[in-house]
């Protein structure tokens, strides 16, 4: 599988007429061979065209040699970016190397700059991404568990829900639960938003308390085997006001109507499109000022994004989120959220939690 990975993004550095590739981002390092790296720059993955080699210091030592697969491990003292700049691969005049733009910082490249003096750098975009955007069966069976855990500590969570509760212990115990049933760390930093808070779209759980009547926006996921999900779900404290089922099952139908339509052969535009002329039409499309989603893998943000300005094709593999939402300032919020894996004549939603408007 590795090798496979590595074989492709080598045909992706002929085909883009350089030499190597630094792979500094580490969620990229992992999916071309494996190594978990936890720390930046503690793995940089060097690929020439006929050969990869994994830079790494001495407390990744053994771990490196366990995890991967498909390269030669060479550890050092120092740093990988201190490294590198002596591998004699590296020191041949005019080579043109590519780097992660999006991800390698200007300090990094200027040191990388002074140490290759003779070296052209080139910046590239999209290179492993478009690789990683296609999951195979294994990495679909791990985000499927990822969701399964995030499901399962829903229907955890709603049992302390109640008013005066704060939404930092609401959150709290989401993510507890979630290590208790096998996660490896949150995807993300939880959202827990209650009240007018809602209308913060990222509103991260702070020390409000939650009130009678208010909705509760939660936003989280599990990591499993690396792979991540993000799942939201909304519910209202007590019984719901005709408003709020109003603007909830707009929601719900703006989702449920785009997953209908998602499929392979599908911009991501045209997809979303389908969730936001519904809400449109119901009067709110000021309201929805996000994409429609996004990709998740070893990155909780990938691609492909389904948003007014993704012109991408949906392909089968795709695992994407599917979250419309609808957003009022000084009043609230809802978003409904899924994880779903594209398929050629549809998609297969992965998650079970209920999507009924919960009142507790």
Known sequence: MFK?????????????????????????????????????????????????????????????????????IRVGQRNALADIVNFKPLQKPYLKIGIESNYLTHRSLKSLQDSLEKA??????????????????????????????????????????KPGVREIDLAAELEYQMRMLGSEKPAFETIAASGFRGALPHGLASKKRVKK???????????????????TRTIVVGKATARQKKIYNIVAKAQLKAIKAAKAGIPGVKLDSVARNLIKKNGYGKNFGHGLGHGIGLMVHEGPSLSP????????????????????????????????????????????????????
């Open 120 to 161: 052209v750098f080139i910046p590239t975009e999209g290179l492993v991404e478009e690789l990683a955007m296609v999951k195979d069966k294994d990495e679909i069976a791990n985000i499927k568990e990822a969701v399964r855990i995030s499901d399962t500590a829903f229907g955890r969570i709603l049992a302390i829900v």
């Open 4 to 72: 496979t990975r590595i074989k492709k993004i080598q045909q992706k550095i002929v085909s883009e007429n350089f030499d190597v590739l630094l792979v500094s981002e580490l969620a990229h390092v992992r999916y071309l061979c494996g190594f978990a790296a936890t720390e930046a720059l503690d793995g940089i993955l060097v690929v020439l065209k006929g050969e990869a080699h994994l830079f790494t210091d001495f407390r990744y030592k053994d771990q490196a040699a366990k995890e991967a697969k498909g390269v030669r």
């Open 309 to 360: 300005r993704s012109e991408i094709v949906l392909r089968p593999g795709n695992v994407v989120t599917i979250e419309p939402g609808i957003y009022i300032s000084k009043w609230g919020g809802v978003r409904i959220e899924d994880d779903v894996v594209i398929r050629r004549n549809g998609c297969t939603v992965l998650n079970k939690a209920p999507k009924e408007l919960i009142e507790l």
């Open 213 to 231: 009547g208010e909705f509760i926006t939660f936003d989280f996921g599990a990591t499993y085997n690396g792979y991540v999900s993000d799942i």
